[in-house]
């Protein structure tokens, strides 16, 4: 893995690109997209030679890091007997791959149904809740994202959604529990789940629990800020959908396999969903892929009554050789034990040092390999280091500091007045102190702009 400058063949990447591809989320004249020469384990770098250390995981999804072997392997053989087949079809890899998230999902989520990523997984959920149900109104939280497609735009509660929401979609948001930025008055982690809990009941009721169909969560929020649950909060949500007949969907897209030290952020509270949506880190985003994993009684609704819906590329066989090959890999090299461990032993301690000598973090919060450090201007107060859904200069301070990351060989996950700790699972402690490293000193310049 060493890098070689090809300036001249990254001037041409970068210019096909400017000419000709449309970036989601970006305003196109105002971009420049790095031009990526190449990639593996923890690691990417440009045609210039410069190597990034990447505490993003792409878009947190390469679980085991870029190009591992075994699964470039897997997708090869693949690719060499059938590239393709359509999803009416029993097919080896598709079986199998079913059958083990099945073995690893809570509970009794036995059916896989396949989808080409994490929206169009949600797209179906609801699709299913609402027949199941017969009931059309959806919750979701604000600070949430589902994802991009049409109702997952809608139940996503963050400011991606404003220009798409239509106030037609069926969705109400509620709060969901984040004690260090409460909208409860809590003042301990028992009292903001008991408050949430109590407001989340009580919209239920004023929306009429005859009308809604489900609630959806992030078992644990990403992109929004990674904000571990209170315990009790989910297994409450659990009580209060039993309590009216409602579908209790958890949306493990960003928080699953492995990402949180388990296989599932499930797990980590004892919790069963009705339905779990994933992609990501199934398949390290090698092929794209998502999934809902249903429940049976779920999946009975649909035994005599046809399922209207599916995609041309449910279940494709290139991407289900990936997943098979990802999870095996997994087992094989302890990745979900190594995301565990680490992160209680290496990632928690580091950070929470890192908070001690610089004034701009608020507060760290995770498990595994999902961190997130809230940057401040002022720890008293809590004020971010820049304003909810800023731009421009506005958001100079956070500009400053994912520049600064950048200068030390770190690639870093910035979202608002947040960074992300989001490694590959499979990280090493040396990479982690390198990235930690570079941490320190991109915070330094966060610091500048603190009170």
């Not at 037609?168 to 984040?178: D, E, K, Q, S």
């Amino acid at each position: 893995m060493t890098p070689q400058p090809l300036p001249q063949a990254g001037a041409v990447v970068k210019a096909d690109d400017r000419a000709h591809v449309f970036h989601s989320w970006s305003a196109q004249d105002l971009i420049d997209p790095p031009a990526v020469a190449g990639a593996e384990g923890s690691y990417f770098w440009d045609y210039d030679g410069r190597r990034y250390l990447d505490f993003t995981s792409g878009l947190v999804f390469t679980n085991i890091g870029y190009q591992h072997p075994k699964v470039v392997a897997a997708i090869q053989e693949q690719a060499g007997r059938m590239t393709t087949f359509a999803p009416a079809f029993a097919v080896a890899a598709r079986s199998e791959a079913a059958r083990l998230i099945a073995e690893r999902t809570p509970g009794d989520l036995d059916k896989i149904f396949f989808t080409n990523g994490g929206a169009d997984a949600i797209e179906h959920a609801l699709r299913m809740a609402r027949l199941h149900t017969g009931r059309a109104k959806v919750l979701s939280a604000y600070r949430s994202y589902h994802g991009g497609t049409q109702q997952a735009i809608n139940l996503t509660g963050d400011p991606r959604r404003w220009a798409s929401d239509g106030a037609a979609a069926g969705v109400v948001h509620f709060w969901a529990p984040f004690l260090y930025r409460s909208r409860f008055y809590a003042e301990t982690e028992e009292q903001e789940a008991a408050r949430a809990l109590e407001h989340l009941e009580t919209t239920i009721a004023f929306e009429g629990p005859g009308t809604i169909a489900a609630i959806v969560l992030e078992s644990i929020p990403g992109t929004a800020g990674i904000m571990v649950p209170p315990a009790g909060y989910l297994a409450g949500v659990r009580e209060i959908c039993d309590k009216y007949g409602i579908v209790f969907v958890l949306d493990e897209v960003m928080a699953g396999f492995g990402r949180t030290g388990e296989w599932f952020a499930a797990d980590l509270f004892g919790v069963v969903p009705d339905l779990m949506t994933f992609a990501k880190g199934v398949n390290s985003g090698y092929v794209p892929l998502g999934g809902v994993a249903i429940s049976q009684e779920i999946a009975a609704t649909f035994g005599k009554r046809p399922y209207p819906g599916g995609l041309t590329y449910s279940g494709h066989p290139l991407a289900c050789a990936a997943a098979v090959a990802t999870i095996n890999v997994m087992e094989e090299e302890g990745v979900v034990e190594n995301a565990r461990r680490l992160g209680a032993d290496v990632v928690g301690p580091a950070l929470a040092a890192l908070a001690e000598r610089h004034p701009s973090v608020g507060e760290v919060r995770g498990t595994g390999m999902f961190w997130a450090l809230d940057l401040v201007r002022n720890r008293e107060t809590r004020e971010p280091l820049v304003p909810y859904n800023a731009a421009g200069e506005a958001n100079a301070p956070m500009a400053a500091f994912g520049a600064a990351a950048k200068q030390h060989g770190l690639w870093p996950f910035v979202n608002m007045n947040r960074t992300h700790v989001v490694p590959p699972c499979n990280v090493s402690e040396a990479e982690l102190k390198e990235g930690f490293a570079a941490l320190d000193a991109a915070l330094s310049v966060a610091d500048e702009y603190t009170v």
